[in-house]
């Protein structure tokens, strides 16, 4: 059991690496998008955000109109 519990935890924390990872280069191609790397159009990764952050707010003011 305890062999089942460390493997879990370490799955987990492989899994959270690898998503810092990937939330970091997010942010990194964002913010070089353009200059480093050549890219079409601007990524909307910051309006995207915007918009999730603000989602729940935007519900309780719409419950109180």
Same mark, same amino acid.
């Given at each position: +059991?305890? =062999? &089942? =519990?460390?493997? =879990?935890?370490? +799955? $987990?924390?492989?899994?959270? %690496?690898? $998503? &810092?990872?990937? !939330?970091?280069? *997010? %942010? &990194?191609?964002?913010? &070089?998008? !353009? ?8 990524? +909307? *990764? $910051?309006? %995207?955000?915007?918009?999730? =952050?603000?989602?729940?707010? @935007?519900?309780?003011? @719409?419950?109180? %109109?």
């Amino acid at each position: +059991m305890k =062999l &089942l =519990l460390d493997n =879990l935890f370490f +799955m $987990g924390q492989v899994i959270s %690496v690898a $998503g &810092l990872v990937w !939330g970091a280069w *997010l %942010v &990194l191609h964002d913010s &070089l998008a !353009g200059t480093v790397f050549s890219s079409r159009h601007k990524s +909307m *990764l $910051g309006e %995207v955000i915007v918009a999730c =952050l603000a989602y729940p707010f @935007r519900k309780i003011a @719409r419950a109180r %109109v």
